[in-house]
């Protein structure tokens, strides 16, 4: 189940040079200031077999931008059929779904079309396998919400009320850290690029350990839990009474 991980993330680590290299398809996104949003969203686009070791392309320029097979958080068009994932313009207000009211972010956007796709190559199994639909809402609900949350100002809190996202990771603002101060004496495209190159390796790779322990971890603790269910008129005829058989780690606030 799990031999894909090392691969997908050796393979995007190790192509995840801003410029100079040759491929055949190119993603784009602007280059300035970085957030969580867009440097997730190119590398979880790298682990699709379309944009697969693709280039990155970090311009505001409309030509280019035209150009290019895909666009994360510029250019002003959310279309999902021309690979287009802003977030920015006027109306927008795409949601996960699902039960999920949070507005994406160009992260959000970018597993909403392809986080299927992403998860079933690391379980090895059909996109259409209940256990990738399974796992693709308990990542976007414990990894992903907060990241679409936080990129749109949305605070976590309101008085009274609980928390409206979970965040486990204070991954934005990790990932916000690594932009240039304003003091860098260096502030050339060229260290700017190497440092978005060191947020999509940060944002990624968690992204992948989340992957990872939702399939290795929290699946099989899923397993046991609604083993234990099936069987709980054997254990109370009232039906209300559950015995877990084995320890396993709690399953509470993802898809049951």
């Known amino acids: 189940m ?18 100079a ?14 957030h969580c949003d867009e440097a997730l969203a190119c590398f979880m686009l790298r682990l699709t077999h379309k944009f697969s070791a693709a280039q990155i392309v970090r311009t505001r ?8 097979d895909a666009v994360v958080d510029v250019g002003g068009l959310y279309d999902s059929t021309q690979d287009r994932y802003d977030h920015h313009q ?18 959000g ?13 690391e379980l090895q199994l059909d996109e ?29 809190y309101d008085t009274d009320k609980p928390p409206k996202y979970v965040n486990n990771t ?37 992204f992948l350990e989340s992957v990872q322990f939702y399939a290795k971890s929290w699946l099989p603790a899923r397993s046991i839990v609604m083993e234990c269910i099936a069987a709980r008129d054997s254990i109370d005829s009232s039906g209300e009474i559950m015995v877990l058989m084995r320890s396993c780690p709690s399953i509470q606030g993802a898809d049951n």
Do not use: C
């Open 2 to 19: 799990f031999t894909n991980l090392g691969r997908l993330m050796s393979q995007n680590l190790n192509h995840l040079r801003v410029r």
């Open 21 to 34: 290299f040759s491929t055949a398809t190119r993603v784009g996104t602007h280059n300035g200031s970085f």
């Open 61 to 68: 320029d409309p030509k280019i931008l035209e150009s290019l």
């Open 90 to 107: 006027n109306g927008f207000a795409e949601v996960f779904g699902h039960g999920f009211t949070t507005k994406l972010s160009s992260a």
């Open 109 to 121: 956007l970018v597993y909403k079309h392809y986080g299927l796709e992403i998860i079933a190559k």
């Open 128 to 156: 259409g396998h209940p256990d990738v639909h399974r796992l693709y809402l308990a990542v976007y609900k414990s990894f992903m919400e907060a990241i679409d949350a936080i990129d749109n100002g949305i605070n976590q």
């Open 170 to 206: 204070n991954l934005s603002s990790r990932v916000g850290s690594l932009n240039l101060d304003w003091v860098d004496p260096d502030q050339s495209s060229d260290t700017e690029n190497e440092a978005f190159q060191r947020a999509m390796t940060l944002a990624g790779s968690e």
